[in-house]
């Protein structure tokens, strides 16, 4: 096996030990009050963009020569302590994911009002119209699922489960 495999094989077990261990841990707690619908919604969310997250780990080990450092691997580490706020009723992670949420839906529509007139190329090549209308696409649904959440968490089941 070679390094990038051995680096797969090891935060695959890392991860694994882990939800072990959160799985028995939520197993011996007694049993409180379901989580409301809008707060799984957000944590869905949550989910989906640690999901993307670890898809890029996994393209810089795999088919980047062991390359694991992107700029979002910097928001791996916040994202999961935010699930963990999210999932425990924890009232900062209530006021932490509608700031960040904010925060990105003004970050997404920039970016559908820059990718038509960006400058994108890779190498000499200029991406062509179709190109600039996925990447478009993307953005608006990942735009769509912070805007999900924002809303999700204002409602006032997701207020009263991290009591407000």
């Known amino acids: 096996m070679g390094r ?5 094989l090891s ?6 030990l ?16 379901a989580v409301p619908p809008p707060v799984r919604a957000a944590i869905l ?5 640690l999901a993307f ?3 890029e780990f996994s393209d ?7 390359r694991v450092f992107y700029w979002t691997s910097v928001l791996f ?14 009232n900062w992670a209530w006021w932490t994911a509608r700031g960040v949420a904010a925060i990105l839906i003004l970050w997404f529509v920039a970016f559908i009002v ?3 007139f960006g400058d994108f190329k890779r190498g000499s090549e200029v991406t062509p119209w179709y190109g600039r209308l996925y990447m478009m696409a993307f953005t608006l649904l990942l735009g769509s699922v912070v805007f999900a959440i924002f809303r999700a968490l204002g409602s006032g089941e997701a207020r009263r489960y991290f009591g407000r």
């Open 60 to 66: 810089g080990l795999l088919r980047q020569h062991g």
């Open 77 to 90: 580490v916040p994202a999961l302590l935010l699930f963990y706020g999210l999932v425990s009723g924890r």
């Open 53 to 55: 997250f670890v898809l």
């Open 11 to 16: 935060l695959a077990v890392i991860l694994m």
């Open 45 to 49: 969310g949550n989910i989906l963009f």
């Open 18 to 33: 882990a939800g072990a261990v959160m799985i028995t841990k939520g197993r011996r707690q007694r049993v409180g009050a």
């Open 114 to 116: 820059i990718i038509p």
């Open 4 to 8: 990038p495999a051995v680096m797969v």
